[in-house]
Nanobody
């Protein structure tokens, strides 16, 4: 089993920054990718950014150049640095670990609200 706990969400003004964290415990071996998703009210859950254990990153077009995903393997934690935030970035942000055996695990999410 794997437990993922997100933190760092909150209320921020447009143009501001936040850093989200996702701490993992349990089985942290044989991971394929570690991802951040978000889900705005009434919308589907969409991929925001992903990072492989080799460090390869991928971003949604809507956040490219503003968000940065990173990982600290010594702390079993991934991060999402979010800069130049916009109201349309408002959503619940979830982390997700995907394994080579096809399993994946989700955190419970952290709410990000971008508003003046």
């Amino acid at each position: 089993q794997v437990q993922l706990v997100e933190s760092g969400g909150g209320l921020v003004q447009p143009g501001g920054s936040l850093r989200l964290s996702c701490a993992a415990s349990g089985n942290i071996f044989n991971i394929y990718t570690m991802d951040w998703y978000r889900q705005a009210p009434g919308k589907q859950r969409d991929l925001v950014a992903s990072i492989t254990t080799g460090g390869r990153t991928n971003y949604a077009d809507s956040v490219e150049g503003r968000f940065t995903i990173s990982r600290d393997s010594t702390k079993n934690t991934i991060y999402l640095q979010m800069n130049s935030l916009k109201p349309e970035d408002t959503a619940v942000y979830y982390c997700d670990f995907r394994y080579w055996d096809g399993k994946n695990y989700w955190g419970k999410g952290t709410l990000v609200t971008v508003s003046s």
